[in-house]
């Protein structure tokens, strides 16, 4: 029989503590990583954001995207960059009555990694294409501005704003000009065994017509480790608490699905 001396149990105890905080830095370092859109890794998500109350309406929507990210190593341009395009699948309600379902106007961006220790810094170009199906899931319009991201991560999780401004340059002469102002604050704080809560609704002002809506989401998610890639699912409830204008969303609901590759 194995006599356990006081020491015994101190080591023992010590052990499995050290153990379980790895155990936790791991599983938060592997959730910072898939949460952190300016994490240089190949990636590919699937979002939804459906909206089943609009103010001044009985109506819903429904944006389905689809958003592949790819790392560019500093080459020509000096920093690493992160490429991002968004395909978007949109259901918007028709005059007549009714649901159009159809591809939307897909949106492109180039982040330069300009700071990447401490908080990290991004900004770069942005591109929205007039490639809408059909009139109700676009805008019939051209639209150019910028993007800006800022992050700063630790063990407990990571915070930082996403900012776009874009405008329209070309497209239909008779649909209404565009010009709109985003910032989407994030928050993710993480729980042991790579759960985590999370907060990231987006801002969004109509530069056009002084319409706005101000969102506040609270929810949460968990990533994993899948052999080398990371998988990560989380659902997002998001209410609207400050708002001008009709047809600007009450309550939407934000679900996702998240891969990075081989990091």
């Not at 609009?54 to 790819?70: K, P």
Request: aromatic share 12%; charged share 15%; hydrophobic share 40%.
């Amino acid at each position: 029989m194995i006599a356990f001396t006081h020491h015994t149990r101190l080591f023992w105890a010590g052990s499995l503590l050290a153990l379980s905080c790895y155990a936790w830095g791991e599983s938060a370092s592997v959730a910072n990583q898939s949460n952190n859109p300016l994490h240089p890794a190949f990636a590919l998500a699937f979002h939804n954001y459906y909206t089943p109350e609009l103010y001044g309406s009985e109506q819903h929507t429904d944006d389905f995207f689809l958003r592949g990210t790819i790392p560019i190593a500093p080459g020509l341009i000096p920093v690493p960059q992160i490429f991002r395009m968004s395909v978007p699948v949109v259901t918007r309600p028709q005059i007549s009555g009714g649901y159009n379902t159809g591809i939307g106007d897909i949106n492109i961006f180039d982040i330069l990694l300009l700071k990447q220790k401490g908080v990290k810094l991004g900004v770069g170009p942005l591109l929205t294409l007039d490639s809408a199906s059909q009139d109700e899931t676009g805008s019939g319009k051209w639209l150019a501005g910028f993007s800006a991201v800022v992050v700063q991560d630790s063990g407990s999780g990571l915070f930082g704003g996403l900012l776009q401004w874009q405008k329209s340059f070309a497209g239909d002469k008779d649909r209404t000009n565009v010009e709109t102002l985003t910032l989407q604050p994030f928050v993710f704080h993480n729980l042991p065994q790579g759960w985590y809560l999370r907060s990231s609704g987006i801002m969004t002002y109509n530069v056009q017509n002084d319409d706005y809506y101000l969102p506040v989401g609270v929810g949460i998610g968990r990533a994993w480790k899948s052999g080398s890639n990371i998988i990560n699912t989380f659902i997002e409830p998001q209410w609207t608490v400050a708002h001008n204008g009709d047809y600007e969303p009450q309550f939407t609901l934000f679900t996702g699905l998240n891969i990075t590759f081989g990091r």
